[in-house]
């Protein structure tokens, strides 16, 4: 049994099944072991080991010749229970019983460390490796309690939740609403939270629920100061109505209505307000 800083690893080593070798890309140097074991070695990594699923997932996607890279740690336990992980030089496999195992790399992984990587009250695990969206340019990895998405024009950000449901439920970033802009955030009331999106906003609250608001509705509800206004948060996500227009609900019995030749009107109690 070996040992890393501490943290022991379950890998009884046995006998090696090959020499040791250069590396196909001609920088490091490798043995394998019975048992699905390997050690592999670089200049700029040091020596170390990794097994298992974790093993599996790198050989796979190429070994060293992956986006990957050379192992950076040896196989090491993570903060969730029963979670493990190796860190390479280009990110990382995170293995547990429920998720199996899945590479994380990038800019969503830069996000991901930021936000605790799996700790509990995070996105937890990845659920899948990083993929490449349908059909707009961009990518992605799937969480436990959540997701990350990346696009060219709007970086990594985060959703998760009920709003993260909703824009699901729309199509995700092929909707009208796109790719999100933001992570979640809290309202500036600190009830609701929010993500703005290419194509608008979806809003949630306990009381409302998550809608999504866009156009030129959402930039009326803006110019009246979002859910701190009369209007409070969004109770319906945006509808047509009568006379080719459109309108969204919102609390304290206001809506904002708009049409083409009046442009969008906020009304309360039945009365023309703003």
């Known amino acids: 049994m070996i040992t890393n800083g501490g943290c022991r690893t379950s890998v009884l080593w046995a ?30 990594t040091g020596a170390h080991e990794i097994h298992g699923s974790i093993r599996d997932k790198w050989a796979a996607m190429g070994w060293e010749t992956s986006i990957l890279g050379f192992p950076k740690t040896d196989e090491l336990f993570g903060r969730t229970t029963k979670a493990r992980y190796s860190d ?31 700790k509990k009250d995070g996105l937890g695990l990845p659920t899948t490796d990083e993929l490449s969206t349908p059909n707009k340019p ?43 802009k933001t992570d979640e955030l809290t309202t500036p009331n600190g009830v609701g939270r929010y993500n703005h999106f290419q194509g608008g906003s979806i809003y949630w609250s306990p009381a409302t629920g998550a809608h999504e608001v866009h156009g030129s509705i959402r930039d009326r509800w803006a110019s009246l100061g979002w859910e701190t206004s009369q209007l409070g948060f969004p109770t319906s996500d945006e509808y047509a109505i009568a006379g080719g227009g ?25 009365v023309p307000k703003f």
């Open 15 to 44: 006998f090696p099944t090959t020499n040791e070798m250069t590396t196909p890309n001609g920088i490091g140097r490798y043995n394998h072991f019975d048992g699905g074991q390997s050690i592999y070695w670089s200049p700029a």
């Open 88 to 118: 390479f030089q280009g990110g990382s496999i995170y293995w547990s019983p429920a998720t199996g195992a899945h590479e994380i790399h990038g800019s969503i992984n830069v996000l991901w460390v930021q936000r605790g990587r799996d």
């Open 138 to 180: 961009g990518r992605y990895n799937h969480f436990q309690n959540g997701s990350i998405y990346w696009s060219p024009d709007t970086g990594a950000h985060e959703v998760h939740g009920s709003i993260r449901d909703k824009w699901a439920a729309m199509g995700w970033e092929n909707s009208l609403l796109g790719f999100p």
């Open 246 to 270: 459109r309108r969204t609900d919102f609390q304290n019995n206001c809506f904002i209505r708009w049409y083409p030749s009046t442009g969008a009107q906020a009304v309360c109690n039945s």
